[in-house]
């Protein structure tokens, strides 16, 4: 079994919908949790971090981690055509020893116009 | 400011050859982290170094090497390149050692072994 496991889509949605995208792990330690989100042909780009359990809001995007299910969570609000790439949880135990990320496979969604 | 360089951006070898990738973090981190993305293991953690120092290092055979330099910078070694070691190859570097800055990651060197 895999520490960190995503549902690789891919999802197809038309424009101003909620997307959800949802990641499980198995490891207790991790503490922080990233979604990036990674257009073709470039690196991952940061989009959300969250340390331990709880929800963050930046724009149309929320991120909510519940560490009692060892789930985390990413909502997309009224969706664009922009949004379209693969979004890519990840997460670390930190601890001041390591920046080492735990990546999921990724989801690929593609945001119809 | 720049964000994190990696050079070159692609890159095509010979099985049995060596390679050597080259990243420049963000001016003032000193935290670099090397990946490995293929398509079908996605991003994978290869080794990481702080201060010149090796870190922490993933479940890769001997063959991938790295380094870091008094100015963070990094080189990773791949030496006896194998077919199944074309992929993205992702630098990432982060202010400090201590998983709460996230990473900020460069475009990627796109290896591909013949």
């Known amino acids: 079994q895999k520490e960190v496991e995503q549902d690789p889509g891919p999802l197809s949605v038309p424009e101003g919908a909620i997307v959800s995208l949802n990641c499980t792990y198995s490891n207790s330690a991790f503490q922080y949790f990233m979604w990036y989100r990674q257009y073709s042909r470039k690196g991952p780009e940061l989009l959300m971090y969250t340390y331990s359990s709880g929800n963050k809001e930046d724009g149309r995007f929320t991120a909510q981690v519940d560490k009692s299910s060892k789930y985390i969570s990413l909502f997309i609000r009224d969706s664009q055509p922009s949004d379209s790439a693969t979004y890519l949880c990840a997460m670390s135990a930190g601890g001041g020893a390591t920046n080492k990320l735990i990546f999921g496979t990724g989801t690929l969604l593609a945001v119809q116009p | 400011k720049a964000g994190v360089t990696q050079t070159p951006r692609y890159l095509i070898k010979t099985r049995g050859q060596q390679v050597t990738l080259s990243c420049s973090p963000i001016?003032?981190?000193?935290?670099v982290s090397w990946y490995q993305q293929t398509p079908g293991q996605g991003l994978q953690f290869l080794f990481e170094?702080?201060?010149?120092?090796?870190?922490n290092k993933g479940n890769f055979p001997g063959r991938f090497s790295g380094r870091q330099f008094s100015n963070s910078r990094s080189e990773m070694n791949v030496s006896t390149l194998e077919l199944g070691d074309s992929a993205l190859y992702l630098c990432?570097?982060?202010?400090?050692?201590?998983?709460?800055?996230?990473?900020?990651f460069g475009s990627g060197t796109r290896l591909t072994v013949v």
């Open positions: 990432a570097s982060s202010l400090a050692l201590e998983g709460s800055y996230g990473y900020t």
């Open positions: 170094y702080f201060s010149e120092t090796q870190r």
């Open positions: 001016s003032g981190h000193r935290s």
